[in-house]
């Protein structure tokens, strides 16, 4: 497959994605920057550390600038995604890999949960 066409295949994807399937795809990416950002570090890699980190920081500037405030859990989560945000500052300030063990495992439950929510609405949408 051509670069073009790849591309054009990537674009329609994201465009005919479910509002779940966005977050839990931006929840991944999450997931996978932080931990080139723990490879990046354990290799010395700082240029490709700070890449990582600030793509991190990036992903949960967005995650929180979407959320609609009418809901209640939207504002647990914006509480979730300053306390990321302030550790992920920490991280690029101090380098330091406990840091991405502290917020990683919350990372991947917070997309779990997404994911099961995901699930359950499917599956009554269904019935």
């Known amino acids: 497959m051509n ?16 509002q779940a399937e966005m977050l839990i795809l931006l929840y991944d ?14 290799n010395q890699n700082y240029t490709a550390f700070d890449e990582a ?13 979407t959320l609609d405030k009418k809901y209640a859990i939207s504002h647990e989560l914006d509480r979730m995604y300053e306390y990321f945000q302030y550790e992920l500052s920490r991280l690029s300030a101090g ?7 502290e917020i990683k495992p919350l990372i991947i439950e917070l997309r779990d949960t997404f994911k099961e929510a995901d699930k359950i609405n499917s599956a009554n949408q269904k019935k």
């Open 3 to 18: 670069q073009y066409g790849y591309q054009q295949y990537k674009t329609q994807s994201i465009n005919t994605m479910t």
């Open 29 to 42: 990416e999450l997931i996978k920057r932080l931990t080139r950002a723990e490879i990046a570090l354990k």
């Open 53 to 65: 980190v600030t793509r991190c920081r990036e992903i949960v500037r967005y995650l929180s600038s």
């Open 95 to 101: 380098r330091k890999p406990e840091v991405i063990e």
